[in-house]
């Protein structure tokens, strides 16, 4: 007898390309059959048959580029600045956004500090981030802190400032480039004052509903401060993570692999970066990213590589000698090149002592703006995987048009070969990079499918494949999961309406219904710091 039978329904197990089933069993969690007619077979019983009257079923998704914690405080104490309102980005101004922040701070206690996000400096008519004069004038003796909607840029009150230990003698309050991404430890230590364990508690909750809300069953979740030497980020998430309901898998942002092994036994498996200490470059809305030759309408200005070629190979050789899968931060074109140099070095020197490419499945994150010669020698050469987020450069030409004016034609059409690298056998990795975007992949597999370079657009199997197969493929858990196959978790979502038959244009309306983890339905997320204490204790946690 099965546990549960899923009857009259369109189901997709994206195994591969046109299979398309009509039921389901499972039992123990696993898929034990799809069945490809429906079934007319009277005898087949269950403990619970689903009949779901034609409705859509496909894996569950896996967010591989996700700041956990990050979204979590924001969920609690963040003040969301740029929002989508008939069609345009709203405020549009300097005076708007003064007026947003003083509404927000009229309900908060004064000595609680402001932390706004997703502030997107294109869609201002200043085109800019606002001075500390300006934002005391808003809100005067208030710690206020405005980070862009890339987080590779921020912007800071007078009190903000010295509360950063930083003069603001002669100081517009405005940080980017190095002064910013360096600054990050002390920002984090403000945002730790002022929520409680309580809050932070509340805004994972809030999270994983979220998450579950949209049908994501797992995350990677690339956190963790590496100017910090003791990080409470990583601590809580490799002591908790297990507990959660949902798949939980760690990347430390750590440059050091050496500082990374203590909690590598709470892991299924070694893995280390994303951005902070692996970040190369920084993002383009704040002209960061690091690309060979200037931006548009600039002379000089070509980003800066925040390491030396030196630095990342030496910390690149040393993970990798260590076993650790590495994902490393790399948008503009000399980014790029950086931490594919360093690959180069460490996995040619191998390569005839060996019959599998990149063992370790060694990652770049963004991979945005690469040369031809890059995504050869990447993908063909090193089968490096790829974690990109499509669906911000669509929000971005749909809303912003930032890269039109930050960046050069040339430059503009390097934008994320996707359907090149697919045709050539690489794996890219669905992923939202939250909280630069709300964590809702049909935002990123919409922005597969309607990519504004039409020629390198994916279609919706190989888009659904990035956040199902390809990303369980990347934690080395494509024989457990990731599509539903017989043998494999039952991990799987219910929607409202059939991505294949969607025209491309609505993909992003898409709900998720019902959300399944090993064939139960997962319902609302309730968390209890106590109850977490306790069951830490007496339950034995999976590893993340």
């Not at 998430?237 to 500082?259: C, E, K, M, T, V």
Request: aromatic share 10%; proline share 4%.
């Amino acid at each position: 007898m099965f546990d549960l039978l899923i009857t009259n329904a369109i189901i997709y197990p994206l195994d591969r390309e046109n299979h398309i089933g009509q039921g389901m069993a499972i039992k123990g969690g696993k898929v034990v059959k799809i069945y490809e007619e429906e079934r007319a077979n009277s005898s087949i019983t269950a403990k619970k048959v689903v009949d779901l009257n034609g409705k859509t079923i496909i894996p569950g998704f896996n967010d591989c580029h996700f700041h956990f914690i990050e979204t979590a405080v924001l969920k609690k104490i963040g003040l969301y600045i740029s929002e989508v309102i008939d069609g345009k980005l709203y405020p549009n101004n300097l005076e708007g956004i003064g007026q947003k922040i003083k509404s927000f701070a009229e309900n908060l206690q004064k000595n609680k500090p402001i932390l706004c996000y997703n502030y997107i400096i294109p869609s201002i008519e200043e085109d800019r981030l606002p001075f500390r004069q300006e934002i005391d004038k808003w809100c005067p003796d208030r710690i206020i802190i405005i980070v862009s909607m890339d987080g590779h840029s921020s912007s800071y009150s007078t009190k903000a400032l010295k509360a950063m230990g930083i003069s603001p003698n002669g100081h517009n309050g405005i940080l980017k480039g190095e002064e910013h991404e360096f600054n990050m430890k002390r920002l984090k230590k403000i945002i730790e004052k002022s929520i409680s364990i309580s809050n932070l508690v509340n805004g994972i909750q809030d999270l994983l509903n979220d998450a579950i809300q949209h049908g994501i069953v797992g995350i990677h979740c690339l956190d963790g401060f590496d100017e910090l030497k003791r990080d409470l980020t990583l601590w809580f998430l490799s002591f908790f993570g297990g507990l959660f309901p949902l798949y939980i898998r760690l990347y430390p942002q750590i440059r050091d692999a050496n500082r990374v092994i203590p909690i590598t036994k709470r892991m299924s498996y070694k893995r280390i970066g994303g951005c902070g200490g692996w970040e190369m470059d920084g993002s383009v809305n704040s002209q960061t990213a690091a690309f060979f030759e200037p931006y548009k309408n600039s002379e000089d200005n070509k980003g800066k590589c925040y390491f030396t070629q030196e630095e990342v190979n030496y910390y690149v050789k040393l993970a990798n000698d260590l076993g650790f899968q590495i994902c490393s931060h790399a948008i503009g074109t000399r980014a790029i090149e950086r931490i594919l140099s360093s690959y180069e070095t460490i996995l040619k020197k191998k390569e005839e002592t060996r019959k599998k490419i990149n063992p370790l499945r060694h990652r770049i994150e963004h991979f945005e703006f690469p040369t031809n010669d890059q995504v050869e020698r990447a993908i063909d050469k090193l089968k490096i995987l790829i974690s990109a987020q499509p669906g911000y450069s669509w929000m971005d030409e749909t809303f912003q048009q930032a890269y039109h004016k930050y960046l050069t034609p040339e430059q503009y059409q390097r934008q994320i070969p996707l359907k090149s690298i697919v045709e050539r056998g690489g794996i890219i990795l669905g992923s939202s990079d939250s909280p630069v975007q709300h964590l809702n992949p049909f935002i990123q597999i919409h922005g597969m499918v309607n990519f504004p370079i039409k020629k390198e657009r994916l279609n919706i199997y190989q888009a659904l494949r990035t956040y199902t197969y390809n990303a369980t493929y990347s934690t080395f858990e494509e024989t457990d999961r990731g599509t539903l196959t017989p043998g494999k978790n039952a991990d799987f979502i219910i929607l409202d309406k059939d991505p294949f038959k969607t025209p491309s244009s609505g993909l992003i309306d898409i709900k998720v219904l019902n959300t399944y983890i090993k064939g139960h339905k997962v319902n609302k997320i309730r968390l209890n710091i106590l109850k977490l204490l306790l069951k830490s204790l007496f339950t034995k946690k999976k590893k993340i």
